[in-house]
């Protein structure tokens, strides 16, 4: 429980955290503004390495990049209309793109001045936000959980002028399903979502149907995005997800690697 002490107490410090351009209310001498803690690391995101790994919507002008704005902005309706703050980006099977899409809409959702992102890994068993973001080693949530000093674990990832923090994800060898539905992660969602309730929190989670990671957290969510893949996803698969979705509002399917845009089928390229 002591790991969980030391994250409210990162996460009171975080929600301190000035925008870019602000200054630090409280911040005491010696501590850089604009840092998390004085131990927080801060990573600088390379947009060509960004955009190698699918990641495009941190900057408005990247091709692709709107159609994440769109997705952004119908999102958030959804979830302020009902203050949800909880979003698991999940899919049916595995490779379908929820890492590139949890990314991508917590880069678009940075880039909105009034708002605050925090993105979570929470795929134990094939984390890849820090690998995709190019945030280097880290030990991730994992380390959080198993009572490590957390205060390095949470990132303040900034690109041009904007920023969201992260969480980084960690492999567990020690039963991912476990971790999912112990009271430790119980404990660590609850802290977070009261003292990061300023902030949209993405957790970039498993696939449904390739075990019970996801069916265990999903109570804990305030909402869903399912990321079907094209030609890896039936419509089976979908169904079955039904299933286990009856209680957590889906606010968006996203039809992921659809090879013709909207775009395209009217004419606008
Ligand atoms: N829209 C897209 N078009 C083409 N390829 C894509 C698209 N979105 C993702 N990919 C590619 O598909 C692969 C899987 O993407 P990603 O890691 O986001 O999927 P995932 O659902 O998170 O996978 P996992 O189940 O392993 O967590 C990656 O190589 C990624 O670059
Ligand atoms: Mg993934």
């Known amino acids: 429980m002591d790991s969980i002490k030391q994250a409210v107490e990162l996460a009171r410090a975080t929600e301190n955290m000035p925008r870019q351009g602000e200054r630090a209310p409280g911040l005491s001498a010696g501590v850089r503004p604009g840092s998390v ?15 190698s790994s699918r990641i495009v919507a941190h900057g408005a002008s990247i091709e692709h990049g709107r159609y994440y704005d769109m997705l952004r902005t119908q999102v958030l309706q959804e979830m302020d209309k009902k203050s949800w703050q909880f ?25 909105l001045p009034e708002r605050l992102v925090l993105l979570v ?14 945030l280097g080693d880290t030990g991730g949530i ?13 990132i303040q990832a900034n690109i041009g002028p904007n920023s969201l923090l992260v969480l980084p994800g960690s492999v567990s060898s020690s039963g991912s399903s476990e971790w ?12 977070i979502k009261r003292d990061f309730r300023s902030r949209i929190v993405i957790f970039d989670m498993p696939p449904i149907l ?30 079955e997800c039904q299933k286990h979705l009856q209680r957590t509002p889906v606010v968006r ?16 390229y």
């Open 180 to 191: 999912m539905a112990s009271q430790t992660m119980s404990t660590l969602l609850q802290t």
């Open 121 to 134: 890994d929470l795929d134990l068993r094939k984390p890849a936000v820090a690998k995709y973001l190019g």
């Open 210 to 239: 390739l075990g019970d990671d996801v069916i265990s957290i999903l109570p804990r969510m305030d909402a869903a995005l399912l990321v079907a893949g094209v030609g890896t996803t039936s419509v089976s698969d979908i169904k």
């Open 37 to 51: 803690d004085a131990r927080t690391r801060e990573v600088r995101l390379n947009s060509a390495h960004l955009e």
């Open 253 to 268: 399917v996203v039809l992921n690697k659809a090879t013709e845009s909207a775009d395209s089928y009217y004419g606008y």
């Open 87 to 111: 979003l698991a980006v999940t899919s049916p099977t595995a490779a379908c793109g929820k890492t590139v899409t949890a990314c991508n809409l917590a880069l678009s959702i940075a880039r």
């Open 142 to 154: 994992l380390s959080v959980l198993e009572g490590a000093s957390p205060s390095s674990e949470i």
